[in-house]
């Protein structure tokens, strides 16, 4: 209890996405007393190519004990692939292979199956509450219906625009890098058949890149990056598909949104505050992959947090070496800062102008090197 008589939380989590409800589960499964907010009530819809790579069911089968049969079962499975392809420029560069799939999911009812998973270990869920302001001091958060949830802390999974974020004080950026992704989903039957096959388009965009990815029913095409001055998105999704053959009239209306690419933060704590997946702009800036990091950094937040409430427990202040943050960070540098920094490397590299003089360099590399590009999305990286 807290000392005006509600009942205090060991933590609340803003956000019941991935990044959430690893965060929520991690907590629960553990004992610790956990409550999950989210303005959006499950299954939610949610703009996403709904790629899975390696490690992101490594982590599901090591944190949630959950396999692609489980998504089956859930209906969240659309698909799998082992084979793929790399485009630059327009031109196949890459025809490939690899041993451990791709799987596609319908975010709507993978999130919803995460979130399910996190309640039956134990944590409260409030849906439908969207969170107004936080208080990275008293670990207070306020609700648009007047009610407000008292906690030790505070993980934001809330997102690329987190309200969390905005409100939290310390020196802390209100921002991350962001970029902007148009997508469709269009019916296999309007798609030819040479473009069924899982591929990622470089050369679209300046500074981004195409995907088409296959489910049951449909292809799942996108563009998304950092946008330079005239480039228009959509226009492009329209152009490029038409181009690979689909009828302008078979292309339906994109949908937009933003992601985080390349521009995390590097001190995404304050206070009684920790930020984590794409509230913390933790996402890979080569393909914009976002589900892996979300769920690593959501259970790495609530890792932190188990590490500092015994502290807290014993007796009275909580020093700052001995803080949630101190922890995080400690966990971010050995998990996840440094995969981040390679993939920033790369995305300075690989998204140079199509017809600039590096392009035959880029093309080179990509022949040469492709199977280290997929290794790292299946893979996690030594430290």
């Known amino acids: ?111 919803s199956r995460l979130l399910k998973s996190a309640a039956a270990a134990g944590a409260v869920v409030r849906e439908g509450t969207k969170v107004v302001h936080a208080d990275c001091r008293t670990g207070k958060v306020h609700c648009h219906d007047g009610s407000s949830v008292c906690a030790e802390f505070i993980i934001a999974a809330d997102g690329v625009h987190s309200t969390v974020r905005k409100a939290v004080c310390g020196g802390l950026r209100h921002s991350v890098r962001q970029a902007v992704a148009v997508e469709v989903a269009v019916p296999r039957r309007h798609m030819p058949q040479g473009v069924q096959l899982p591929s990622v388009h470089l050369g679209l965009l300046q500074r981004g890149y195409g ?87 959501g259970s790495l937040a609530a890792q932190a947090v188990m590490q500092a409430l015994p502290v807290r427990a014993a007796g009275g202040v909580l020093h700052e070496e001995h803080g949630a943050g101190t922890f995080y960070m400690r966990l971010l540098k050995r998990n996840l800062f440094r995969t981040l920094g390679q993939a920033a490397v790369l995305h300075r590299f690989l998204y140079r102008p199509p017809d600039g003089p590096d392009r035959a360099a880029v093309r080179l590399f990509l022949r040469c090197a492709h199977r280290l590009l997929v290794s790292r999305l299946h893979s996690v990286p030594d430290r």
């Open 1 to 111: 209890m807290s000392g005006n008589g509600l009942f205090r939380y060991d933590a609340v989590v803003v956000g019941g996405g991935p990044c959430g409800a690893s965060a929520a589960f991690t907590l629960a499964r553990n004992g610790y007393t956990v409550m999950v907010i989210d303005a959006g009530k499950f299954p939610r819809f949610k703009l996403c190519g709904g790629l899975l790579t390696g490690k992101s069911t490594a982590f599901l089968r090591d944190c949630f004990g959950m396999d692609a049969s489980c998504l089956a079962r859930a209906g969240a499975l659309e698909g799998c692939e082992n084979s793929y392809h790399i485009y630059a420029g327009g031109r196949r560069i890459v025809a490939g292979s690899n041993g451990s799939p791709f799987y596609f999911v319908r975010r709507d009812r993978f999130d």
């Open 211 to 297: 995907w088409l990815f296959p489910n049951r029913r449909n292809i799942v095409a996108g563009v998304g990056g950092l946008l330079c001055r005239g480039e228009h998105p959509a226009r492009v999704l329209r152009t490029w598909l038409c181009g690979c053959g689909v009828q302008a009239g078979h292309i339906p209306q994109p949908r937009g949104y933003t992601l985080p690419f390349g521009g995390h933060l590097r001190r995404p704590f304050s206070g009684r505050v920790l930020l984590a997946g794409d509230a913390a702009g933790f996402a890979d800036a080569v393909f914009g992959e976002g589900i892996y990091y979300a769920m690593l950094s």
